[in-house]
T-cell receptor, first 113, second 111 residues
Framework: DAGVTQSPTHLIKTRGQQVTLRCSPK?????VSWYQQALGQGPQFIFQ???????QRGNFPDRFSGHQFPNYSSELNVNALLLGDSALYLC????????????FGPGTRLLVL | QKEVEQNSGPLSVPEGAIASLNCTYS??????FFWYRQYSGKSPELIMS????GDKEDGRFTAQLNKASQYVSLLIRDSQPSDSATYLC???????????FGKGTKLSVKP
């Protein structure tokens, strides 16, 4: 049973560029959440997708956008990259419902120069 | 007041001892609570979930929840050097699946 997968594992970009990160949820899961984890901090919620729609959004600017596909996989897009966007980007999948646990993928480490 | 607070540590315990990790949260409406372990450079890995007041045990791990005091803890018995990691407390905001994390407590288990 494959767990949550993410690609790429590492990425280096320059300021002003755009980036797309990808996530495939655990088998049987239909909900994908994205988190940003800066060094020395806990993960911060970016947004959550279910039924191909953004259901919730954290305190992140519109430069952060996403998409969910019919097979439940998801993309996170970040436009006009800033140095401060350098972080570990985590995807977590879960089943929609009460008290459902989120399982994290390995993450994508983004460095913005 | 931060939504989820943890002592950042480091917490250092000798091998075989009990490690006690604590977390407080501000939203009284929170219903779901989680402990994740994160090794350096890796992603968070679920250790325990707890939803009701009291204790929940799983092997060497025991989670404790007191909703009246807005307090969650994790006890690790017979600590091993392999338990050395950062432990993240997460609280679900309402019932919407949005996890709020503390900054994590770094645990070091000395052989």
């Amino acid at each position: 049973d494959a767990g949550v997968t993410q690609s790429p594992t590492h990425l280096i970009k320059t300021r002003g560029q755009q980036v797309t990160l990808r996530c495939s949820p655990k088998s049987g899961h239909d909900t994908v959440s994205w988190y940003q984890q800066a060094l020395g901090q806990g993960p911060q919620f970016i947004f959550q997708y279910y039924e191909e729609e953004e259901r919730q959004r954290g305190n992140f600017p519109d430069r952060f956008s996403g998409h969910q596909f019919p097979n439940y996989s998801s993309e996170l897009n970040v436009n006009a990259l800033l140095l401060g966007d350098s972080a570990l980007y985590l995807c977590a999948s879960s089943k929609q419902g009460y008290q459902e646990t989120q399982y994290f993928g390995p993450g994508t480490r983004l460095l913005v120069l | 007041q931060k939504e989820v607070e943890q002592n950042s540590g480091p917490l250092s315990v000798p091998e075989g001892a009990i490690a006690s990790l604590n977390c407080t949260y501000s939203d009284r409406g929170s219903q779901s609570f989680f402990w994740y372990r994160q090794y350096s450079g890796k992603s968070p890995e679920l250790i325990m979930s707890i939803y009701s007041n009291g204790d929940k045990e799983d092997g060497r791990f025991t989670a404790q929840l007191n909703k009246a005091s807005q307090y969650v803890s994790l006890l690790i018995r017979d600590s091993q050097p392999s338990d050395s990691a950062t432990y993240l407390c997460a609280v679900e905001r309402g019932s919407q699946g949005n996890l709020i994390f503390g900054k994590g407590t770094k645990l070091s288990v000395k052989p």
